[in-house]
C-alpha cells in the first residue's frame, strides 16, 4: 500500500483555519484521497475524499496538489469539537482503509 | 442522517468464552466491514463482506473469528473463543462503493474487554 506522512501532531487556535499536511509521493494515478477523523471514544467519522481535483464539503476543504504527491485538509474555522486524531489514507485496492498514526489536532480556546 | 449503530457498547467476557458483536449498517449499503482497535494502537482493518461472503480478510482474522449478515440488517462478528489480546474496540463499517470514491461510515464502536 502507500503510504502517507502526516505529522504526529499540530495545534490551532478556536475559530482559526486549520492546515493539515498529508506527504503520498508514491500515489498512483487511480488512488483517492480520503481524511478521517477520530474523536476520543468514538469510531472513526468521515470528512472528505478526492482524486485530483480541489474538494469542498460542509465539514472541511481539501487541496490537492497538482502532482497529487501532497495534499492538505483545511478547517475554515477550528471549534474545540474539532479536536481529533486526522487520518489521510490512500484507497488502494478499495476494499480497506488503512490507517496510519494521523495528525493529533489540538484545538486552543 | 442514516448511521451505523452496534450493539452492545461495551461487552465483558471471560477467556475462552463466545462473543458476538452486532452491527446494523445504514440500510442502501452493500460492503460492510470490521476493525478493530487496541487501546492506544492505530485501526486495524479485520474483514470485509460483500454479496453475502468474504471479500478480504487480515492476517488478524484467523478461523477464531467469523461474521454473518443473518438478515437483511444485522452484520454480526463472531468470537469463538476469545483470548486477553482480543480486547480492543471493534468498529463496524459500510459503505455503497467498492472502489475508492465513497467514504465508510463508521458506528461508534463495541468495547471488547476479555479477562
Known amino acids: 500500500d502507500a503510504k502517507t506522512t502526516q505529522p504526529n501532531s499540530m495545534e490551532s487556535n478556536e475559530e482559526e483555519p486549520v492546515h493539515l499536511p498529508c506527504n503520498h509521493s508514491?500515489?498512483?494515478?487511480?488512488?483517492?484521497i480520503h481524511w478521517y477523523r477520530q474523536l476520543p471514544s468514538q469510531g472513526p467519522e468521515y470528512v472528505i475524499h478526492?482524486?485530483?481535483s480541489n474538494v469542498n464539503n460542509r465539514m472541511a476543504s481539501l487541496a490537492i496538489a497538482e502532482d497529487r504527491k501532497s495534499s492538505t485538509l483545511i478547517l475554515h474555522r477550528a471549534t474545540l469539537r474539532d479536536a481529533a486524531v486526522y487520518y489521510c489514507?490512500?484507497?488502494?485496492?478499495?476494499?480497506?482503509?488503512?490507517f496510519g498514526e494521523g495528525t493529533q489536532l489540538t484545538v486552543n480556546p | 442522517e442514516p448511521e451505523v449503530t452496534q450493539t452492545p457498547s461495551h461487552q465483558v467476557t471471560q477467556m475462552g468464552q463466545e462473543v458476538i458483536l452486532r452491527c446494523v449498517p445504514i440500510?442502501?449499503?452493500?460492503?460492510f466491514y470490521w476493525y478493530r482497535q487496541i487501546l492506544g494502537q492505530k485501526v486495524e482493518f479485520l474483514v470485509s463482506?460483500?454479496?453475502?461472503?468474504?471479500?478480504?480478510k487480515s492476517e488478524i482474522f484467523d478461523d477464531q473469528f467469523s461474521v454473518e449478515r443473518p438478515d437483511g440488517s444485522n452484520f454480526t462478528l463472531k468470537i469463538r473463543s476469545t483470548k486477553l489480546e482480543d480486547s480492543a474496540m471493534y468498529f463496524c463499517?459500510?459503505?455503497?462503493?467498492?472502489?475508492?470514491?465513497?467514504?465508510?461510515?463508521f458506528g461508534n464502536g463495541t468495547r471488547l474487554t476479555v479477562t
Open positions: 463499517a459500510s459503505g455503497t462503493l467498492r472502489q475508492g470514491g465513497s467514504p465508510l461510515h
Open positions: 508514491t500515489i498512483s494515478g487511480t488512488d483517492y
Open positions: 478526492g482524486l485530483t
Open positions: 489514507i490512500l484507497i488502494i485496492s478499495g476494499s480497506r482503509l488503512t
Open positions: 440500510s442502501n449499503h452493500l460492503y
Open positions: 463482506f460483500y454479496n453475502n461472503e468474504i471479500s478480504e
